[in-house]
């Protein structure tokens, strides 16, 4: 894509401002009607080193109320995140209902990154956009706009800015070597971005390419194709694809909670977990969705496997055990090797009674099925804690 893309001709200064007055006036009314009509909207900049990511999201997030919007600024994973699914952090920055989440850098920067340093080859980098792919549709097929957004910059351009940076005491630090060795190899680099680019140019999520040689045309690029791509999406909400029209068939995808941890976050067949023979396979925790895993596995005490239900039993929102993921359940159980079940659904009426009836289903196998336990948690105070609670409590007791 980027070989083959003409920088769009610049008006004039005049035309400029207008528009981009008007373009900023425009988000500053779309932003009530993406609240009211609950749209999530993931925007990611991407782009060279120096491109102006972070200047321009400071410029555009000035036209939208503070309480609508988060911004992440992406670096390189920490250990603690490379012991998790590779979208594990990027799942964590997706917005809510009716509010903007923007990226600063995403997982593009992460995966041209990884090629470019020889980790990501062949087969490796096959499955990662398979990964990615997968989980752009699963977004926009679960109604996010989804709008991806990729600065363009000479190579000339990159090294006077980063010259200039490079020479001002206080923005020295902006630059890094990164940068520097993107700049050194500015056409290896960009034809690494245009294979990317071109692969993962969805239908329901294109990319848009943004000349960012000059900062106020930039900003009405960026806030024209944000302001564009609300109005179309919500134009089209009723169909599959959000922003263009859907001419072609598509397989349905299922909701994001509905999906098993190692479809959705990992670009390997099986995620880590699944993959580690050393994980106890006579024991499965039984969680709601995958962020339950997650939180497990922080604390590095469990070693068996899980199961994800896709949600609880909630007659009130027309949820019946048929649309969880229970046959795959007892599928499991039938095997023979699983000892213990352990029912890990919230404490609440729903998942109680999921528990419960799960309990039913499990017992006349032979199979243990236990709950977690509750009680005061640690830190607490008996004085603020209310009868159920203390009630359990006393029922968990175990021997010091």
């Known amino acids: 894509m980027l070989k083959t893309w003409v920088r769009p001709a610049r008006p004039e200064e005049s035309e400029c401002k207008q528009r981009l007055t008007a373009a900023r006036e425009r988000l500053e009314k779309l932003q009530l009607e993406v609240k009211a009509a609950g749209l999530p909207v993931l925007v990611l900049v991407e782009g060279w080193g120096a491109a102006g990511k972070g200047s321009m999201l400071g410029r555009i997030i000035q036209n939208i109320d503070p309480r609508f919007f988060t911004v992440t600024s992406m670096s390189a994973p920490t250990v603690e995140e490379g ?6 952090r990027y799942v964590k920055a997706i917005p809510e209902a009716g509010k903007f989440a923007f990226l600063d850098s995403g997982w593009m920067d992460q995966v041209v990154r990884e090629r470019l340093r020889g980790e990501l080859e062949g087969k490796a980098y096959a499955r990662r956009l398979q990964s990615v792919l997968r ?19 000479s190579r000339k351009e990159q090294k006077k800015r980063l010259d200039a940076l490079a020479d001002n005491p206080d923005t ?22 245009g294979d990317y680019l071109q692969a993962t140019n969805l239908p329901g999520a294109p990319w848009y390419i943004i000349d960012a040689k000059e900062k106020k045309w930039c900003e009405v690029q960026m806030l024209e194709t944000l302001c564009s791509a609300i109005d179309t999406a919500r134009k089209n909400a009723a169909l599959a694809v959000p922003l263009l029209q859907n001419t072609f068939p598509l397989v349905s995808m299922p909701k994001l909670a509905q999906v098993d941890l190692s479809q959705s976050l990992t670009d390997e067949e099986l995620c880590p977990i699944c993959r580690d023979e050393s994980r106890d396979r006579t024991t499965i925790c039984v969680v709601e969705n995958s962020q339950d895993v997650l939180a497990f596995e922080r604390t590095r005490e469990y070693k068996g496997v899980y199961h994800v239900l896709g949600g609880l039993i909630s007659p009130m929102d027309g949820i019946g055990p048929d649309q969880l993921a229970l046959k795959e359940l007892l599928r499991r159980v039938a095997e023979g090797t699983v000892q213990e079940v352990i029912m890990a659904t919230n ?8 528990a419960m009836y799960i309990a039913r289903l499990l017992k006349p196998m032979g199979i243990r099925v236990s709950r977690l336990a509750y009680g005061i948690p640690v830190g607490g105070n008996l004085e603020y804690a209310d009868e159920t609670t203390l009630f359990r409590a006393l029922q968990g007791r175990s021997e010091i």
């Open 83 to 88: 012991r998790y699914p590779f979208l594990y």
């Open 172 to 193: 020295a630090w902006r630059v890094s070597e990164n940068d520097r060795w993107q700049n050194r190899h500015y056409e290896e680099c960009k034809e690494m971005f």
């Open 135 to 153: 989980f752009e549709r699963q977004l926009t097929d679960n109604g996010y706009l989804v709008l991806k957004l990729f600065l363009q910059i």
């Open 347 to 354: 404490p609440t009426v729903e998942g109680e009674a999921t």
